[in-house]
């Protein structure tokens, strides 16, 4: 089945820390860079941070030095481990492709961050 499985979501105050894992099909994992985005209340999904196959990373400036994105290849998996969350980090949290293929958008993950 041709799927991405997100979790590892939930409520935290401002300052706390979660960690995101994304579980991926063969297919859709090996060998594409694979990233995480996410979608804040009325807003569009952006971009939050990508990793090659051969794990060379990139993030987002509202994230880059507080969230650290990681694979495991022979598991298929994706994750975000995400540390001094900001109220603005709230959103839900999704992994695709980079670019994102439109059909394997999973229901995502939702963080919520307090004040």
């Known amino acids: 089945q041709v799927q991405l499985v997100e979790s590892g979501g939930g409520l935290v105050q401002a300052g706390g820390s979660l960690r995101l894992s994304c579980a991926a099909s063969?297919?859709?994992?090996?060998?594409?860079?694979m990233a995480w985005y996410r979608q804040a209340p009325g807003k569009q999904r952006e971009w939050v941070a990508h990793i090659t196959s051969s794990s060379v990373t990139n993030y987002a400036d509202s994230v880059k030095g507080r969230f650290t994105i990681s694979r495991d290849n022979a598991k298929k998996m994706v994750y975000l481990q995400m540390n001094s969350l900001k109220p603005e980090d709230t959103a839900v949290y999704y992994c695709?492709?980079?670019?994102?293929?439109?059909?394997?958008w999973g229901k995502g993950t939702l963080v919520t961050v307090s004040s």
């Open positions: 695709n492709r980079v670019p994102a293929v439109g059909y394997y």
């Open positions: 063969e297919i859709i994992f090996s060998p594409y860079t």
